[in-house]
């Protein structure tokens, strides 16, 4: 071979050349790399467990849903298993609840099958829809007027708001009595512009006092958050009956005396009547200023901006009714008595006129501020910003996001806010409530992937109820720092 016969040709050679033949043949030879085996360290992964589309076992529900989703009586749950667990609400710290695996197999055992359990729930349905009907047959718009003033919790006719409103009502209704009397004495244009305006507001502020009534309600399962909001949809409805109402037949009136005007008798009794209108929408608006400038004091904020932002629809109404009612006064005895100097009947259809464009000013006024409220405006920026701040500065809260702040209406806000909590922070508040010896030798006494899964879900279960007990946490505070604020969504981001 080639190797062989190289070998014999040096062999006559020194030991030098021999070497360095022999160390240039090995650089020729192609490299070879040889690499150590790796030890494979085998990780010890838990099973993936696969829980379904619907997976019901683990969830609680209380004692009021089982006995009326499963038709179950308090006896029936004496003998479940109870389970003690924080509460959702503010009046109370914990409640007790059952687990639903154990009320579907109780509901089971008591109606026997699936399918008579489905037809009790079916013929309670029917039982409960029947005493719908019954009270909606019964339904009378008197009674919940009533209910509102005897029965109400909150009544506010003799106070606040509901004062005024009532005020108002009598007040007007009296004016219309004598107005009326005085249009069909004289035949005037402006006093029957006059009477159709007393008659709107009376009616007007009649249905405010049934808003009000209804808006102190307690809320129910149909509406959550209460009935806050038919202030100002009676307020809206109001401000749309003094355009139709008042503003029209005003106009239409003022029209018709400038299409064919007629004679006017004696005013004598017209102004008269007038003067006492005057004096008493004066009262009434007197009365309603003063209630605006104490309910704005206690907000803090100005006259202009409690009526320019509906603070108080009810309120607002009277007000802006009975300035109308004293500016329309005192423009109907002046087109009056310029007709009672020249003779010419058209001053006091021009007066009907004005007092028609005077109400359609003051309608679209209620109409925009009272849409506005019912769209859910948000609040003012700065308060925006207090109520952040709050929430920013605790040390359980890295940030805040998309953050809406909404004017529920009556001075109610609902403050809604996505939060990054400092899960470091939440940790140690559950570690400082814990025994920490005790946790150290549970952790040494772990030795087998099933343990540690154990060990981990106890405490995780509980770490994630520390979680909650902080959000109840700062949302209590919110609401006491700040009792205008009586709904609080925080949801962990």
């Not at 109400?152 to 003799?158: E, P």
């Not at 904020?301 to 309120?315: A, L």
């Not at 001053?347 to 409220?373: P, R």
């Not at 700040?482 to 969504?489: A, I, Q, S, T």
Request: aromatic share 8%; hydrophobic share 40%; proline share 3%.
């Amino acid at each position: 071979s080639a190797t062989a016969r190289m070998f014999l040709s040096l062999a006559h050679r020194p030991w030098h050349v021999f070497c360095r033949v022999s160390l240039q043949h090995k650089s020729s030879l192609p490299k070879r790399s040889f690499r150590f085996p790796q030890l494979r360290y085998v990780r010890a992964v838990l099973k993936k467990r696969e829980y379904g589309a619907k997976y019901t076992q683990n969830n609680f529900i209380t004692a009021v849903r089982a006995m009326n989703e499963f038709c179950l009586k308090p006896s029936d749950l004496e003998q479940l298993r109870k389970i003690r667990r924080r509460s959702p609400h503010d009046d109370t710290e914990a409640f007790t609840v059952f687990l639903r695996s154990d009320v579907e197999a109780k509901a089971l055992d008591v109606w026997g099958s699936p399918e008579a359990l489905a037809r009790e729930r079916n013929l309670r349905k029917e039982v409960e829809r029947e005493y719908e009907e019954s009270r909606f047959l019964g339904f009378h718009p008197l009674n919940i007027f009533i209910y509102g003033q005897i029965k109400g919790k909150r009544t506010t006719f003799l106070q606040g708001p509901g004062k005024v409103v009532m005020v108002a009502i009598c007040i007007n209704g009296l004016n219309f009595f004598f107005k009326l009397l005085a249009w069909v004495y004289t035949g005037s244009a402006s006093m029957f512009s006059e009477a159709i305006h007393s008659l709107a507001d009376t009616c007007n502020q009649a249905l405010l006092a049934l808003g009000i009534s209804q808006s102190v309600r307690n809320p129910d399962a149909v509406h959550p958050y209460g009935f806050s909001n038919m202030r100002y949809i009676a307020s809206l409805i109001s401000g749309v009956g003094i355009f139709m109402m008042g503003a029209g037949l005003s106009w239409y009136h003022g029209i018709m005396g400038l299409l064919h005007p007629e004679p006017i008798e004696s005013l004598l009794w017209a102004y008269c009547i007038l003067a006492g209108s005057l004096v008493s929408e004066g009262a009434t608006l007197l009365v309603a200023i003063n209630e605006i400038k104490k309910s704005a004091h206690q907000q803090r904020v100005s006259f202009y901006e409690y009526v320019m932002q509906s603070r108080d629809p009810s309120t607002n109404v009277v007000l802006l009714e009975d300035a109308a009612a004293v500016l329309g006064v005192i423009m109907a005895a002046g087109c009056m008595g310029l007709t009672s100097l020249t003779g010419n009947p058209y001053y006091d259809s021009l007066g009907s006129l004005g007092v028609g464009t005077l109400l359609g000013t003051v309608s679209a006024f209620l109409i925009y501020t009272n849409t506005e409220a019912l769209l859910g405006r948000s609040i003012q920026a700065e308060r925006v910003q207090k109520l952040t701040e709050i929430l920013e500065n605790d040390p359980a809260v890295r940030a805040i996001h998309d953050v809406k702040a909404t004017d529920m209406g009556l001075s109610k806000v609902r403050f809604k806010a996505e939060v990054d909590f400092d899960g470091r922070v939440v940790t140690r508040s559950y570690l400082e409530k814990q025994d920490i010896d005790q946790i150290l030798s549970d952790i040494q006494q772990v030795k087998t992937p099933e343990e540690l899964e154990n060990f981990m879900l106890k405490h995780g279960e509980n770490i994630i109820d520390t979680l909650g007990a902080e959000v109840d946490r700062l949302e209590k505070e919110l609401k006491q720092r700040n009792p205008e604020v009586r709904h609080v969504d925080l949801e962990i981001l």
